[in-house]
């Protein structure tokens, strides 16, 4: 994690429904909400519509437990022709704990889309 302070894509707390098996939270939970901050900031660069095309690296280093604060960091790596490259980290605090924690990372890459869909060039 950075030493600069920066601003959260999404923050929020997982709740008992988003847990798996083993009373951590669901990997999938994880995947979406990195997914949704990941289009949120690809829609900013692209200035519109984008879908989501890849995961290219996506690690789970900790568990999130219930109760835990949730921040998922962005920032752009790459723009193409009509792709964005957004490399994403999730870190937590404990419920308790204000020490921050990284809980995974990973690369998502999007494209820009038109009304019908279709790949769109990115603005420059």
Not at 24 to 50: C, E, K, N, P
Not at 100 to 111: A, D, L, M, S, Y
Request: net charge neutral; aromatic share 4%.
């Amino acid at each position: 994690m950075s030493e600069s302070p920066r601003d959260p894509i999404i923050r929020t707390v997982p709740q008992p429904a988003d847990m798996n098996g083993n009373g951590d939270i669901f990997g999938g939970w994880v995947l979406s909400q990195m997914d949704i901050a990941g289009g949120t900031l690809a829609a900013r660069v692209a200035h519109g519509r984008v879908a989501t095309v890849a995961i290219t690296a996506m690690t789970f280093v900790q568990p999130i437990k219930v109760g835990d604060l949730v921040s998922i960091y962005g920032e752009v790596s790459k723009i193409g022709r009509t792709s964005i490259t957004i490399d994403l980290e999730t870190v937590v605090q404990r419920r308790l704990d204000p020490t921050p924690i990284q809980v995974t990372h990973g690369t998502f890459v999007f494209v820009a889309i038109d009304d019908d869909g279709k790949p769109r060039q990115v603005r420059p």
